[in-house]
């Protein structure tokens, strides 16, 4: 609840790629492809319109937002601005805790540089391609 809190403090929308799949772990590797069902982005972005910058948690929330989704949502969203942050996830080794949590520092600069206190934010994140059905 206190996470919760503070993205709503600072106007993050936070939202899956993903609104099911099946799996048979845990790992973004293991995402049954021919099972996916994307959530509805052109509906999210028009309900939010100051959406300006989407960050991606990983590649594979990235690789699935870019096959499925950008395509529908280009003409409409065009000036949307995409980044791939480095994955959140302990099985993401690549990086340590601390080079983790610089990287993701860029989305500061969007509080910091295009809103004031209590203005609307602009930023989307997706939180991960974490299914619905593993969150269960």
């Not at 609840?1 to 939202?15: E, F, N, T, V």
């Not at 980044?83 to 910091?112: C, H």
Request: net charge positive; charged share 20%; proline share 3%.
């Amino acid at each position: 609840q206190q996470r919760k809190k503070i993205l709503l403090q600072h106007g993050i929308a936070l939202w899956d790629v993903l609104a099911s799949c099946r799996r048979k772990g845990s790992a973004d590797n293991d995402i049954e492809m021919q099972s996916i069902q994307t959530n509805d982005f052109c509906s999210f972005f028009r309900c939010h319109a100051a959406i300006r910058q989407v960050f991606f948690n990983g590649g594979t929330a990235e690789a699935i937002y870019k096959r499925y989704i950008l395509a529908t949502v280009k003409e409409q969203f065009g000036a949307l601005h995409y980044q791939r942050l480095p994955s959140t996830s302990p099985a993401f080794a690549g990086m340590n805790r601390e080079q983790k949590i610089a990287a993701w520092r860029v989305i500061t600069q969007y509080l910091d540089n295009n809103c004031g206190p209590g203005a609307q934010r602009n930023i989307g994140i997706d939180e991960h391609t974490r299914p619905a059905d593993a969150r269960q």
